[in-house]
């Protein structure tokens, strides 16, 4: 129901504690902190006249650049987060218990080739993979290069891009290795949510 969803995005129920961590972590995993640097960072690529106002005015176009990227990724996330619930209310599982479909929803992302065998079809695991790697790279890319910004712009260290490229992968890569070795498989999905939950609060 579109009058349902716009009222939900509006003023949102939260049922319970854990509805409203998994809302707080949606927010952190569309507006992500270093997407915004790297937004901030486009103003250098304009061609402006120095002065308050040809400042003011190229400051004003990223912002609305920056506004007009997230009201996308925002709409995007809306429209696969609706399909998904509606997926799930909607599919047979063979399960009489319920126990199925309850963990799908407790634990989406760990039960995500299920739900995509069972719910849209052997084929529907093949694009999501290819949908996880497009946006594994896509999140890569655009860390590095607001790395690069941050250690050029912030930080004034200009190194070798190949030692940049290596040394900000490793930062952003080997502390979530280690955790995840230590937590292990079954805390996958929560440390997924608590790091969105982080990049809200940044």
């Given at each position: 129901d579109g009058g349902e969803v716009i009222k939900g995005i509006v003023v949102p129920i939260f049922q319970n504690?854990?509805?409203?961590?998994?809302?707080?972590?949606?927010?952190?995993?569309?507006?992500?902190?270093?997407n915004l640097f790297l937004h901030s960072a486009l103003v250098l690529s304009r061609s402006f006249e120095l002065g308050e106002s040809a400042v003011r005015r190229a400051?004003?176009?990223?912002?609305?650049?920056?506004?007009?990227?997230?009201?996308?990724?925002?709409?995007?996330?809306?429209?696969?987060?609706?399909?998904?619930?509606?997926?799930?209310?909607?599919?047979?599982?063979d399960d009489p218990t319920g126990e199925k479909r309850r963990g799908i929803i407790d634990r989406p992302l760990q039960n995500?080739?299920?739900?995509?065998?069972?719910?849209?079809?052997?084929?529907?695991?093949?694009?999501?993979?290819?949908?996880?790697?497009?946006?594994?790279?896509?999140?890569?890319?655009?860390?590095?290069?607001?790395?690069?910004?941050?250690?050029?712009?912030?930080?004034?260290?200009?190194?070798?891009?190949?030692?940049?490229?290596?040394?900000?992968r490793t930062c952003a890569i080997l502390p979530s290795l280690l955790v995840t070795i230590i937590a292990g498989d079954e805390y996958a999905e929560f440390l997924i949510v608590i790091s969105s939950v982080f990049l809200s609060f940044q």
């Amino acid at each position: 129901d579109g009058g349902e969803v716009i009222k939900g995005i509006v003023v949102p129920i939260f049922q319970n504690g854990k509805a409203l961590f998994i809302g707080i972590s949606l927010l952190g995993a569309v507006v992500m902190p270093h997407n915004l640097f790297l937004h901030s960072a486009l103003v250098l690529s304009r061609s402006f006249e120095l002065g308050e106002s040809a400042v003011r005015r190229a400051l004003k176009y990223n912002v609305a650049e920056s506004a007009l990227a997230l009201a996308v990724t925002l709409v995007i996330n809306f429209a696969v987060t609706i399909v998904a619930a509606q997926s799930i209310k909607d599919a047979d599982f063979d399960d009489p218990t319920g126990e199925k479909r309850r963990g799908i929803i407790d634990r989406p992302l760990q039960n995500a080739p299920d739900m995509l065998k069972d719910v849209l079809g052997k084929s529907a695991k093949g694009l999501f993979a290819a949908a996880l790697l497009a946006s594994g790279q896509s999140s890569t890319i655009t860390g590095t290069y607001a790395g690069q910004f941050v250690m050029e712009g912030f930080l004034e260290i200009k190194i070798n891009p190949v030692l940049r490229a290596f040394l900000t992968r490793t930062c952003a890569i080997l502390p979530s290795l280690l955790v995840t070795i230590i937590a292990g498989d079954e805390y996958a999905e929560f440390l997924i949510v608590i790091s969105s939950v982080f990049l809200s609060f940044q």
